[in-house]
């Protein structure tokens, strides 16, 4: 028996992240859907690539590292990095990553700023929030977003995008959209979209939230690739 298809799931998803757009009254095509790989085989991401998806997120920089080495030939692929990133990790992240969604602390952002010297074009990078004070999440914690701004646009070799965020877990996907609306208020009290014109947030059960809240990236796993390959490895 024949499951549903990369591709199926892809249009499914698309469809899902237009209506919720329309919804909003949001202009088509302002959200950009990151599709998330992490655990999934590079025949995977080939396989929606062939759909037409071109950006992919991944978590592990290991990970992240042999499947850019994997997929070199599809040269307009863009990798997200959204993962926890340690600091003797930051290479991988600047040499694979086309957007970081996970600038945690304003120390990380002096190491991706050394890293990235010398690279055509600034580095996107998004500051990771931890809305929900959760204490085992990783993520700058609201008060100290405004240091994280000033350490990454002290690097001319990164461009500040935005704010990025995993609410805490809710069964009910409706329960994540308070979180979502404080990502967007901590958004204006720190420059508004002119400074900060990225919003990353929204996932498989809980993107047309997210998209009601002002999302413009959505990082989407299981609703187009399915269950996850292999246990994930702890992230903490
Ligand atoms: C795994 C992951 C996702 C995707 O989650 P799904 O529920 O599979 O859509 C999104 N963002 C981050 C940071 C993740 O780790």
């Known amino acids: 028996m024949r499951g549903v298809s990369i591709a199926e799931r892809l249009e499914e998803v698309r469809a899902r992240v237009a209506r919720a757009e329309q919804l909003a009254g949001r202009p088509a095509g302002s959200v950009t859907l990151v599709a998330v790989s992490k655990t999934q085989p590079a025949s995977a991401i080939r396989e929606a690539y062939a759909a037409g998806q071109r950006d992919f997120g991944e978590n592990y ?6 499947k850019a080495t994997e997929l070199a030939d599809l040269a307009d692929l ?26 945690h602390a304003a120390s990380l952002a002096g190491e991706l700023g050394k890293r990235a010297a010398g690279r055509g074009a600034p580095l996107p990078v998004l500051i990771e ?6 204490e085992q999440k990783s993520g700058a914690e609201p008060g100290e977003i405004g240091a994280v701004i000033a350490a990454i646009e002290a690097q001319p070799s990164l461009a500040l995008r935005g704010l990025m965020t995993v609410p805490p877990h809710t ?23 002119g400074r900060l014109p990225e919003l990353s947030m929204g996932m498989s059960h809980d993107l047309e939230g997210a998209v009601a809240e002002g999302a413009t990236l959505v990082r989407v796993g299981t609703a187009i690739f399915g269950a996850r390959q292999y246990a994930e490895p702890s992230t903490k």
């Open 61 to 66: 920089l290991q990970e992240l590292s042999d």
């Open 129 to 134: 929030v931890n809305v929900g004070g959760e």
């Open 78 to 103: 863009r990798f997200h990095v959204i993962g926890h990133i340690q600091s003797n990790k930051a290479k991988i992240a600047v040499r694979c990553g086309s957007v970081i969604h996970t600038v």
């Open 171 to 193: 069964e009910d996907p409706a329960g994540a959209r308070p979180y979502f609306a404080r990502l967007r208020a901590l958004r204006d009290e720190h420059g508004g979209a």
